[in-house]
């Protein structure tokens, strides 16, 4: 109920609401290492600092990073994985996000102490976040062909419909070199999931049916969380030369928590 009331509000409301939630604790929470205040992050809930230094574990013990690489953060927000990532990279990181603050934030705080992490804003329309004329469906990333060695996309498919996740996953493939790979997190519909989600209390919830593609939580914000279907996804990666080599279950559904990181669903895949 809290969650539907909250996406009754407008973007600019939401960041305002946090602000004001989160202001007595920034300005007494002692601060011991670099990391935005309460009241700025919009990127979800739990131990910020955490979350970030448990995705770093991951694609390093997870999906072979490696401090060579050439790295492409799809929807940095607000710098939580940038920050880990800062002493372990050492030729270029490449972020971008549609949400100016996030952005702005990093640039001042990750870029001016570690130029070879860049950061830039771009007004994509979503209607969670930014009401921009900007399409994400027809967004070309701004980088060369074959430019990145590695590329992850954290919370970012369970916002984006469906012609925008086709495209990015179509500039994902272009921007990628081959062998490179990707991590990204979805809301995975199969039958095991639709099984668990219909069943167990407490858990996401996609009632509104797209098509036999995706699904949605929210009729009037639609980007708020979005699910596709397991061989929809599947399909796209394929016809644009991915292999797709893990795929770890989340808890989302009501699932039995396999790690912390894993509450939406986690797929690595590579470019053939």
């Given amino acids: 109920m809290l969650r539907k009331l909250f996406y009754l509000l407008p973007p600019s409301w939401r960041h305002s609401i946090r602000w004001i939630i989160y202001l007595p604790e920034d300005l007494f929470a002692a601060k011991k290492e670099l990391s935005p205040p309460a009241r700025l992050i919009y990127t979800g809930r739990g131990d910020f600092l955490k979350q970030g230094k448990e995705w770093c574990d991951f ?19 607000i710098g939580r994985i940038a920050l880990p990532l800062k002493e372990y990279l050492t030729v270029k990181y ?14 001042q705080n990750i870029s001016k102490r570690y130029p070879h992490f860049r950061f830039q804003y771009f007004p994509l329309h979503n209607d969670l976040y930014n009401q921009s004329v900007l399409q994400a469906s027809q967004f070309v990333f701004p980088y060369p062909e074959s430019e990145f ?4 996309a954290i919370s970012v498919f369970t916002h984006l419909l469906p012609g925008e996740v086709e495209n990015y996953i179509s500039q994902m493939k272009r921007v990628l070199n081959t062998g490179a790979k990707a991590v990204c997190t979805f809301f995975v519909l199969t039958e095991d999931s639709i099984k668990y989600m219909n069943t167990r209390s407490g858990t996401f919830k996609f009632s509104i049916t797209g098509n036999e593609t995706f699904a949605l939580m929210d009729k009037k914000v639609k980007s708020a969380n979005v699910a596709y279907y397991e061989v929809h996804l599947e399909k796209l990666f394929t016809t644009n030369s991915f292999e797709i080599i893990k795929k770890i279950q989340g808890h989302w559904c009501g699932r039995e928590k396999y790690m912390n990181l894993a509450f939406q669903d986690i797929w690595v895949v590579r470019r053939k």
């Fill in 59 to 77: 694609f390093i013990h997870h999906a072979g990073l490696k401090p060579s690489h050439k790295v492409l953060d799809i929807g940095s927000g």
């Fill in 149 to 152: 060695d590695f590329a992850f």
């Fill in 94 to 107: 490449e972020g971008f996000d549609a949400v100016r603050l996030g952005v702005e934030w990093c640039a």
